[in-house]
């Protein structure tokens, strides 16, 4: 059985989940409407493994056209190859039952794999269209691989007699974890149940997809206009030439248009000088989704959740989150609200001393109000450049896109692990910024591919993440080919890259990511580096984004474009000092976005309310959470992680993992930091195992004990 494609939604918590689906454009051939000649599917690239080493994806042969009929063709093979497990009239074994499934399916992944790679890197309106259509196609073939009673029974007869079987330790976990999941997926119920279960998650696909097509319509509908100049004071002359082309090109000639960004976040609110502009930005901002017309999801929501409920009901939990949490290694929604309990009130009280320092700014200035939501961005932004004294652009000439790539992540990995990089022209490429690199082990065989997808592009989803076109497994002899996508904006011809140190932490964060993806030793896929828990998988990577500011590190990557001059301590201290600016903003945001995603998936289908916004409001209020000027980073309407799919029930996670991180990066300190040593313990205990051993097991055999949440409390100021 297939786990849905893993895409990982990073940059820590600047993230967006939904993709963009174009609403207009024309029809094309759906999967199940495509029939194609034998003679057109023997040329299809999709169908064949590619020829290229390590079977990297043969980019220049592969049409928007091969899509429709390879899906087609590829649920065929697979529904055939499940059908003939199934009806094996020999006796389960794990060969002909289990490894035969692990092995069923190859040519679909290849192709979903391909397909949603390039939705998310490399989109247009046809492989848009085509993925509206798949939706509920992918999802009724995956309800009946899951709800096959005949194969299932099988798998129930392995476990029976696993003692018997005599299996190693990950073939005993593969067991394991195939019946966990068809039981997951409502194996065990009745037929009558079976039906219901289907058309709940054809509801909630549907569903889904419409939070998100909403999200999108009324984003797009919420941009900010104004009618004068002076209005958007502060911004500098180019943001401001470009809000009046927007505006021109909605036909609102003369005003000046600021379209909404998909995030939590208006980055302007930073340097808009005019309060009301703000204010106004602000409420657009936040009233996404709530203020009626087309794009209002406060019944979607409800529905939503509703409909979540219904289905943990049906296959025997409390409520969705009890259901969700049981596959992480939270395991309970106990054990989630523990967590976010403990840490609310530390955070709101350091969001309510920093609210207070922004305040006297305000007050010193006489500005004469009290300081809201629609501040806080600015203020910060003021008081963080008084007490540090420098900004990104004082720092960016020594973050050079190529040296913090070379010089830096790729140094980092070569000090810690002994690999090694060669840049590979002859691979072809889906876009010419796009460059790839071989990666060489500690011994000089090769290890995996790299792909750096760097830029950001109108044909991109925004955010970061990593993917990974070929899993490494012992059981195809496959090494892993991995992508890394940033969203960098690229400079005019000519000009270097300069990054943000937001955008060189994230490089370090994806390609913690990738690490996790290229060091994997496992035998079965199911198990292939980044296949753990989603509250487990942030944690490798955000534990390399340590190394971007290591001093040995940034010394070797971090010189100035022109001169080549190291960049100067005092601006590497006051990057480190500055580190614990403003984490009480961005703790209590995050925990508050966290609570409102556990209560609205710990209802139970009886619970529902009827109000949306007062649910909301209700549920900050009785966590401790509901301070006006720091509004949860996502509100219901608008959540995607939440309601769009991906981090239902999961918002948590990045918290979850941060703790492991927080710890892991104290015990790199306790043993003298960047060493092929210690490179090669967390490599060896956590980095190679991926899903194949219990992923607390392999942090416990790392640190050699449970984690700890003292490191997380200090890094984030809340000790
Ligand atoms: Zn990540």
Not at 474 to 484: C, E, Q, S
Not at 511 to 537: C, E, I, K, W
Not at 634 to 648: A, D, L, V, W
Request: hydrophobic share 40%; aromatic share 10%; glycine share 6%.
């Amino acid at each position: 059985m297939n786990k849905p494609l893993l895409m990982l939604f990073c940059s820590a918590l600047a993230i967006q989940s939904s993709v963009a689906a174009d609403a207009t454009s024309p029809a094309t051939p759906t999967a199940s409407k495509t029939i194609s000649s034998p003679g057109a599917l023997k040329k299809n690239p999709l169908l064949v493994k590619s020829a290229l080493e390590f079977e990297y994806p043969a980019f220049d042969k592969i049409h928007n056209e091969d899509y429709a009929p390879a899906f087609a063709e590829a649920m065929r093979q697979h529904d055939a190859e499940i059908k003939a497990i199934a009806a094996n009239p020999a006796k389960p074994t794990f060969d002909n039952t289990v490894i035969a499934l692990e092995r069923s399916g190859q040519t679909l992944k290849r192709v979903a794999t391909i397909f949603f790679n390039q939705l998310g890197a490399n989109t247009n309106p046809t492989l848009e269209a085509l993925s509206g259509d798949l939706a509920p196609a992918l999802s009724a073939h995956q309800d009946a691989i899951s709800l096959n009673a005949q194969l299932f029974k099988r798998i129930q007869r392995l476990v029976e007699q696993k003692a018997s079987l005599h299996l190693d330790a990950e073939s005993d976990r593969l067991l394991d974890r195939y019946y966990t999941d068809f039981v997951r997926a409502g194996a065990n119920l009745s037929a009558a149940e079976k039906e219901k279960l289907k058309s709940l998650n054809a509801q909630l696909a549907t569903m889904e997809n419409k939070f998100n097509q909403n999200v999108l319509k009324d984003t797009n509908a919420s941009a900010l206009v104004v009618d004068t100049k002076e209005e958007l004071a502060g911004l500098s002359a180019t943001e401001i030439e470009t809000a009046a082309a927007t505006a021109k090109a909605k036909g609102l000639d003369g005003k000046y248009m600021i379209p909404l960004m998909n995030t939590t976040g208006q980055p302007l609110l930073a340097t808009l000088e005019n309060r009301k502009t703000r204010q106004r930005l602000y409420e657009a901002s936040v009233q996404r989704g709530s203020h009626g017309g087309e794009g209002d999801n406060r019944e979607v929501v409800l529905t939503l959740a509703r409909l979540r409920a219904e289905r943990a009901e049906l296959l025997g939990y409390a409520n969705f989150a009890a259901y969700s949490l049981e596959d992480e290694t939270a395991k309970t929604p106990a054990a989630v609200n523990k967590m976010l309990g403990e840490l609310a009130p530390a955070g709101v009280a350091n969001a309510k001393k920093e609210a207070a320092e922004l305040q006297k700014l305000i007050d010193d200035e006489h500005g004469n109000f009290q300081l809201a939501a629609w501040d806080w961005a600015f203020y910060s932004e003021r008081l963080h450049q008084q007490k540090y004294a420098f900004d990104d652009n004082q720092l960016r000439p020594y973050f050079e896109l190529n040296s913090v790539l070379q010089n830096g992540v790729f140094f980092a990995a070569n000090q810690l692990y002994g690999i090694s990089f060669k840049e590979r022209k002859d691979l072809p490429v889906y876009e010419p910024t796009v460059r790839v690199f071989e990666v060489y082990d500690v011994d000089g065989k090769p290890l995996a591919i790299f792909i750096a997808d760097m830029y950001a592009r109108d044909n991109k989803r925004g955010g970061a993440w990593m993917n990974n076109y070929v899993d490494q497994s012992g059981l195809f002899a496959t090494k892993p080919v991995i992508a890394n996508h940033l969203n960098i904006p690229k400079p005019p011809a000519g000009q270097p890259t300069l990054l943000t140190p937001d955008e060189v932490k994230t490089a370090f964060h994806e390609f913690g990511h990738a690490l996790h993806g290229m060091f994997s030793q496992v035998r079965y896929p199911r198990f292939s580096g980044t296949n753990v828990p989603r509250d487990f998988v942030e944690y490798p990577s955000q534990v390399n984004e340590m190394w971007a500011v290591w001093p040995e590190v940034l010394k070797n990557y971090a010189k100035h474009y022109k001169t080549g001059e190291a960049i100067p301590q005092d601006l590497v201290d006051k990057i480190v000092a500055s580190r614990k600016f403003n984490q009480g903003f961005t703790t209590t945001e995050y925990l508050s976005a966290s609570l409102l995603d556990q209560r609205w998936h710990q209802l139970s289908s009886k619970q529902i309310p009827t109000d949306t916004m007062a649910f909301e409001a209700t549920a900050l209020k009785d966590a401790g959470v509901d301070f006006a000027p720091v509004p949860p980073r996502y509100r219901t309407p608008y959540f995607s992680h939440s309601f769009g799919g991906g981090y239902s029930a999961g918002y948590y996670a990045y918290l979850w993992s941060e703790v492991l991180d927080a710890d892991t990066v104290e015990w790199f300190k306790e043993h003298g930091g960047l060493s092929r040593k210690n490179g090669d313990w967390f490599r060896q205990q956590l980095l190679s195992r991926g899903g194949s051993i219990d992923p607390m097991q392999s942090f416990r055999n790392f640190r050699g004990r449970d984690p700890e949440i003292e490191p997380l409390l200090v890094r984030r100021g809340l000790k």
